[in-house]
Nanobody, 124 residues
Framework: QPHLEESGGDLVQPGKSLLLSCAAS????????VGWFRQAPGKEREWILC????????KYADSMKGRFTASRDKADNMAYLKANSLQTEDTGVYYC?????????????????WGQGTQVTVSS
């Protein structure tokens, strides 16, 4: 059964960094683009970035450039999101999603598998 599970969310102070993990099971994540999304309290889900199935391309939402980056580990069937210089407005639930390799030309509804999310809270 295909499954994605995020981890690494935490309560951190403004200015700190976090590394979020996305573990895949039941399918080969290497064949899929991996998107990262977040949803803040009371707001709609927003896209952060996508890392292509080969790992060579990363596409960012304009507002997310500079503080977020992604990587993936083929051997461990995992993907990662590094969030730097976190601010209070970055608080929310962070999700990873996997969609068939398309060099990150995917709309949100085209991602096949979604994790349940990991909570990131930024507060002093």
């Amino acid at each position: 059964q295909p499954h994605l599970e995020e981890s690494g969310g935490d309560l951190v102070q403004p200015g700190k960094s976090l590394l979020l993990s996305c573990a895949a099971s039941g399918f080969l994540l290497e064949r899929y683009d991996v998107g990262w999304f977040r949803q803040a309290p009371g707001k709609e889900r927003e896209w952060i970035l996508c890392i292509s199935y080969g790992g060579r391309d990363i596409k960012y939402a304009d507002s997310m450039k500079g503080r977020f980056t992604a990587s993936r580990d083929k051997a461990d069937n995992m993907a990662y999101l590094k969030a730097n210089s976190l601010q209070t407005e970055d608080t929310g639930v962070y999700y990873c999603a996997a969609g068939r390799g398309s060099y990150c030309n995917l709309d949100a509804h085209e991602y096949e598998y979604w994790g349940q999310g990991t909570q990131v809270t930024v507060s002093s």
